[in-house]
Each structure stands twice: as structure tokens, then as C-alpha cells.
């Protein structure tokens, strides 16, 4: 029987954000290729950005719009320089987007500001490029690791964005050899929760029981998972807008989610 994946998704409002009367800054997008390569992106526009929902929606599409082009029209990279090469030009594409779109508006490109997770897994591997804060996890066979780690500054709040000129030289390459089970992106609201710091590692009681749940995930799981990110017990200790992409190998070969 064909591996697939089951992935779900949701963005939600932070509790700062309900009472502010702000949008959700934050956005995700994803796909699944024939061939079973999983595409995933999340974004986190910045609190002080004036279109910083529009910013963080463009990013994440167009990263996976991208990257599900180049890897349906071509073979897949043969060493980890070129899925370095592939993904930042992920990035690229995602930051000329948001150019052409604060020029299409007449605003500044600052008002777009929004970090980015890009992450491809096959069969074989699993990459990531990383701009900003947020986070990805995997799971092997037997351990959770940290495939793209938050952005580490000298400052609190201090965060690269995809509209920062250096935006390139800041962004983060990982590749791990292997063959992921299950994989979480998620964005900065959600890195207290399911990272213990400051040592970056993966807080297994927060991914056991919500990988298991995309592993099972039905009609109803990405309601239920945006549901859980809004329930008291995770606005208690997040009041930022939340992002949480799931994904998990499945030999049914469904494909769940938008």
C-alpha cells in the first residue's frame, strides 16, 4: 500500500490579539506531491507591521506554491548544497512576493514583515530553512529531534524578518538523513510550550499525544486542533496568535486537511 501523510493545520488568534481586536498574524500552508514529498511552511507576521496577516499569508503560500513547482518539474536534489540551494530560493521567491505586493499597494515592505519556516520531507531526508523565530520538530523511529531551531539574539523580541536586508545571511539550513514519521512546525507562541529552554529541546509530553492525534486525524481534526489552540489551558501560558502543522506517515494513503 502507498505512504502518505496526514497533515493538519491550524492558525488561531492570540489572546492579545482578541483583545486588541487585531487579526491572526500568523499563516501556514502545505502540500503533499504524488510522489509522497511532504511541502510545509509557517509564517508569523510582526506584531508591528501594519499588513503583517497579509505578509505571513503570501510567504507561506508562495514558499509552498514554490518548492511543489520546482519539485514536480525537476529530480530531487542529490546532496544536502543543493536542498540548501533549493530552499533558499524557496525564500527568495517568497521575498520577492511580498515586494511585488507592497508595491502593488503603495506601502512600505516593512508593513509585510513576517518570519518563515520552509520544510521538505521524503522518503529520504528531511530539510528545513528558517527565518526568524518558530520552530520544527521530527520524530524518528524512537526520539524527537530539532530540525529548525528559533533564531537565538542578543535581545528579547529581537527577530530577523523575511523584509530585513539581511534576511538571507541570518537564514538557517538543516538537513537531517532519514525517515521521518511525524513532523511539527509551529510558530514562536507555541515555543514555550514545546521546547524546554533555553536548551531547545523537543518537550516530548506536548508532541506525544498530538502526533498520535494526526496519525489518526479525521474529518474534523484541523477544527479540533485549532479548538485545542484556543482552549484555556494553552492561552493561560500563550497569548500570541498560534500556528501548529502536524503531519504523520500513514500507510492508508489519505491526505488530510485543506
Not at 524518528?140 to 534576511?167: C, G
Request: hydrophobic share 50%; net charge negative.
Amino acid at each position: 500500500m502507498k505512504e502518505n501523510w496526514r497533515v493538519i493545520g491550524a492558525s488561531v488568534q492570540g489572546v492579545s490579539h482578541i483583545k486588541s481586536g487585531q487579526p491572526c498574524q500568523d499563516a501556514h500552508a502545505w502540500a503533499v506531491l504524488p510522489n509522497g514529498t511532504l511541502i510545509a511552511a509557517v509564517a508569523d507576521g510582526a506584531g508591528s507591521a501594519a499588513l503583517a496577516e497579509v505578509g505571513a499569508q503570501l510567504a507561506a503560500q508562495t514558499t509552498v506554491n514554490f518548492l511543489r513547482q520546482q519539485l514536480i518539474e525537476t529530480e530531487l536534489p542529490g546532496d544536502d548544497a543543493a536542498w540548501q540551494t533549493l530552499l533558499f530560493e524557496a525564500l527568495k521567491a517568497a521575498r520577492h512576493r511580498l515586494e511585488d505586493e507592497a508595491q502593488t499597494r503603495g506601502c512600505a515592505l516593512r508593513d509585510l514583515a513576517t518570519t518563515l519556516i520552509a520544510v521538505v520531507a521524503t522518503a529520504g531526508l528531511a530539510a528545513a530553512a528558517h527565518v526568524g523565530d518558530g520552530a520544527a520538530v521530527l520524530h524518528t523511529a524512537d526520539e524527537l529531534l530539532l530540525l529548525a531551531a528559533p533564531q537565538m539574539s542578543e535581545y528579547v523580541n529581537e527577530t530577523t524578518f523575511l523584509v530585513s536586508a539581511d534576511y538571507l545571511q541570518a537564514a538557517q539550513f538543516s538537513c537531517w538523513h532519514g525517515c521521518a514519521q511525524q513532523l511539527a512546525l509551529f510558530t514562536d507562541g507555541l515555543q514555550r510550550l514545546a521546547l524546554q529552554m533555553p536548551l531547545q529541546r523537543p518537550h516530548a509530553p506536548f508532541f506525544a499525544p498530538l502526533f498520535q492525534f494526526a496519525a489518526n486525524a479525521g474529518a474534523e481534526a484541523e477544527a479540533q486542533l485549532a479548538a485545542f489552540l484556543q482552549s484555556p489551558r494553552i492561552a493561560e501560558r500563550a497569548d500570541d496568535d498560534l500556528t501548529l502543522v502536524l503531519a504523520a506517515r500513514s500507510a492508508s494513503g489519505t491526505v488530510r486537511g485543506a
